[in-house]
């Protein structure tokens, strides 16, 4: 479940790495380190803050039951207890909140959280009521599979921001052809249309206790007898949100104080061309000053 930003499982690397990235379980984890010319790991590493990146791996219908409470204590934390010694966990979207259910329930030097969700109630009453009947639309059909395919993430994606999709379009027709701002287009396009499809269960969760019920903004969210929030993290916590995030608007953040607001979009934060002077050089401030003094 664990590799570096080279490829290398946990067990391949000479030492436990100090930070470990929790990506969502909806789109494929490389988004963090997308290739040689754009890697926040791959940067970190340079920095002399090696990193691992959590792949969540292949789901089929026995996954069924996993939601983002089985993700976090049977998959995340036995594998960060397994590491020896506390890290820094950083969380990218639903990952942030995986990430915080398990610094919940074990020390961690310290936890970040990019671009995560947490107020569901935030989100314009109209766009909570589209879902819902979206979902309600999709879910006999993802109950017999199993599955929630890719496809119905990518229906509520779409329906965000109509005009924002096309005009992302646009000007990609107007790149020049083969050029590194093209091939950067396909790539991040490839990245956001793919990606394993997610257990029945957390698709559920998703529609129904976050985004009908708000669950984790009004407090309710407990796993394994815990309320999961900022306030119990069991170490310093930051957060980077957007102001510009058509996925995670502002409002829906978790709002921890101190926060850092960037102008960059939900995925431009952390692969736009100003990520490598915006969110990487903060993010690795952050993580230094919670390092042991040498």
């Given at each position: 479940?664990?590799?570096?930003?080279?490829?290398?499982?946990?067990?391949?690397?000479?030492?436990?790495?100090?930070?470990?990235?929790?990506?969502?379980?909806?789109?494929?984890?490389?988004?963090?380190?997308?290739?040689?010319?754009?890697?926040?790991?791959?940067?970190?590493?340079?920095?002399?803050?090696?990193?691992?990146?959590?792949?969540?791996?292949?789901?089929?219908?026995?996954?069924?039951?996993?939601?983002?409470?089985?993700?976090?204590?049977?998959?995340?934390?036995?594998?960060?207890?397994?590491?020896?010694?506390?890290?820094?966990?950083?969380?990218?979207?639903?990952?942030?909140?995986?990430?915080?259910?398990?610094?919940?329930?074990?020390?961690?030097?310290?936890?970040?959280?990019?671009?995560?969700?947490?107020?569901?109630?935030?989100?314009?009453?109209?766009?909570?009521?589209?879902?819902?009947?979206?979902?309600?639309?999709?879910?006999?059909?993802?109950?017999?599979?199993?599955?929630?395919?890719?496809?119905?993430?990518?229906?509520?994606?779409?329906?965000?921001?109509?005009?924002?999709?096309?005009?992302?379009?646009?000007?990609?027709?107007?790149?020049?052809?083969?050029s590194a701002a093209a091939r950067r287009f396909v790539a991040v396009e490839d990245w956001a249309n793919g990606g394993e499809p997610l257990p029945f269960a957390l698709g559920a969760q998703l529609f129904e206790q976050l985004y009908r019920d708000d669950r984790s903004g009004s407090g309710d969210w407990i796993v394994d007898g815990i309320r999961v929030g900022p306030d119990?993290?069991?170490?310093?916590?930051?957060?980077?949100?957007?102001?510009?995030?058509?996925?995670?608007?502002?409002?829906?953040?978790?709002?921890?104080?101190?926060?850092?607001?960037?102008?960059?979009?939900?995925?431009?934060?952390?692969?736009?061309?100003?990520?490598?002077?915006?969110?990487?050089?903060?993010?690795?401030?952050?993580?230094?000053?919670?390092?042991?003094?040498?």
């Open positions: 479940m664990l590799r570096s930003a080279a490829g290398l499982t946990l067990e391949q690397s000479a030492t436990s790495p100090p930070i470990v990235f929790v990506p969502s379980p909806i789109n494929a984890p490389h988004v963090l380190d997308m290739d040689a010319d754009c890697s926040l790991m791959g940067w970190l590493g340079r920095q002399d803050l090696p990193s691992a990146l959590v792949d969540w791996g292949t789901t089929t219908p026995e996954h069924r039951d996993h939601d983002l409470d089985h993700l976090a204590t049977r998959l995340l934390l036995p594998m960060l207890q397994a590491l020896g010694r506390p890290v820094h966990l950083v969380g990218y979207c639903l990952g942030g909140m995986i990430a915080m259910a398990a610094a919940c329930h074990i020390e961690v030097r310290s936890l970040t959280l990019i671009a995560t969700p947490w107020h569901f109630d935030g989100y314009p009453a109209k766009r909570r009521e589209e879902l819902t009947a979206m979902w309600q639309h999709h879910r006999p059909a993802c109950e017999a599979m199993g599955l929630v395919p890719m496809e119905v993430m990518q229906h509520g994606f779409w329906t965000l921001s109509p005009a924002k999709l096309m005009e992302k379009y646009l000007k990609f027709a107007a790149m020049p052809e083969g119990a993290v069991r170490g310093p916590i930051m957060e980077f949100a957007s102001a510009s995030d058509a996925i995670v608007p502002l409002a829906c953040s978790p709002d921890v104080p101190g926060r850092e607001v960037l102008a960059s979009g939900h995925v431009g934060m952390v692969i736009g061309g100003s990520a490598p002077t915006t969110l990487w050089p903060m993010l690795r401030r952050w993580i230094s000053s919670h390092e042991p003094s040498t």
